[in-house]
């Protein structure tokens, strides 16, 4: 077994495109589980809004003046996961220069328009600097209030960095994908399993249920499930998986028609084994390779089916990240002179299911799978 695993890896090294395909998905997962230490913009759900500087293009730079919150929002849960609550207000500024007990900013607004706001030290400072000599206080705003910002992917139309959402929004494709692949193969095994040995009555019944699962059309059972069991982030997942497990049932009956009529099965019934034994420690071994290129196929499906929903208001909610629900917010940007806050999402699922697909064809081609 150690060594089929080994020429398993070692065929699709030799494929470039499988090997690009599994490097963009490690990536991928790398950058969901690390997502808001990656993040510029690492508070809850990327969710900074600078309304002036909204749907700027990618390289905008400008400065922030970071003026503290008087009440801060109390973190809750890990940062790692979560994010953490801003601690300040940005506000961007064209220029800025200090009075006896203060600062002058040059506040900006828009392209060509301006105001000029004043704060003072005691605005800006921690109360332990309040009594320090006014050149040390200059110092520290200069150093520690004073932020030059990079919008690397460009801004969306509340000023809120497209990067930042990009990598945060990550975590829900790959996780609508893993719950979804964990749900349908977990009923989609069991049912076929069970219908393929058993056959007669049973395998009836089974495939009765599965073609009329099979007769409704997958986005009409997900905004069935979906209208059922709400909009919340998990319940978005679960409908997905849900309706995901029909396909897996047909493979795994049609695989395990042919191998229970192998030697080796008939040979542990001989010997008295269980149902349950011969299942799981006979047939299902046995029907790996079609069990990982499905898993493979139902994950990009699941991406695409919640972006789809996500673009059409009933999937992730605002302001969580989601990449269908980004290209939504901005697709009208398009004919706007401002398309890339709805081309670059857009441009993520592209690849990342492609990548998946690519994979699965891999897979079914070293496995040498005939479903």
């Known amino acids: 077994m150690a060594e089929q695993q080994r020429n398993t890896w070692q065929k699709l090294y030799r494929k470039p495109a499988a090997f690009a395909a599994m490097c963009l998905i490690a990536v991928t997962i790398v950058v969901a589980v690390f997502a ?83 704060y003072t030290f005691s605005e800006l400072l921690p109360a332990s600097l309040l009594s320090a000599p006014v050149a040390q206080q200059q110092e520290f705003i200069r150093r520690e209030r004073m932020r030059q910002h990079t919008f690397y992917l460009g801004s969306d139309r509340y000023g809120r960095d497209i990067l930042s959402r990009l990598l945060i929004g990550s975590r829900v494709s790959i996780a609508v994908g893993i719950i979804a692949v964990l749900l349908s193969l977990s009923i989609g095994v069991f049912l076929g399993a069970v219908a393929g040995y058993f056959g007669g009555k049973v395998d009836s019944f089974v495939m009765f249920i599965v073609n009329i699962f099979w007769s409704v059309p997958t986005l009409l059972l997900v905004f069935a499930l979906t209208l059922t069991l709400g909009k919340g982030f998990m319940e978005i997942f679960v409908a997905i998986g849900l309706t995901m497990w029909v396909g897996a049932a047909r493979l795994i009956r049609g695989q395990v028609l042919v191998i229970r009529e192998m030697d080796y099965v008939t040979a542990a019934r001989a ?101």
């Open 271 to 371: 010997i008295g084994a269980s149902h349950t034994r011969i299942i799981v420690r006979h047939i299902l071994p046995n029907i790996a390779g079609p069990l990982i290129v499905i898993a493979a196929s139902n994950f990009a499906a699941a991406i695409l089916i919640e972006a789809g929903l996500s673009f059409l208001g009933i999937g992730i909610q605002p302001p969580q990240p989601s990449w269908g629900l980004m290209i939504k917010e901005h697709y009208n940007f398009l004919v706007a002179n401002q398309p890339m806050a709805a081309i670059i999402p857009g441009l993520a699922i592209m690849l990342l299911v492609y990548a998946f697909n690519i994979l699965g064809n891999a897979l079914r081609d070293v496995l040498d799978v005939r479903a």
């Open 36 to 118: 808001y230490a990656l993040a510029p913009d690492a508070s809850p759900d990327a969710n900074r809004m600078i309304v002036e500087l909204g749907a700027r293009k990618p390289g905008f730079t400008k400065q922030l003046l970071l003026v503290p919150r008087k009440q801060a929002a109390a973190a809750s849960g890990s940062s790692f996961w979560t994010g953490k609550p801003d601690r300040f207000y940005y506000v961007p500024v064209n220029a800025y220069s200090f009075e006896q007990k203060g600062v002058v900013v040059t506040h900006f607004i828009d392209e060509g328009l301006q105001d000029t706001l004043r």
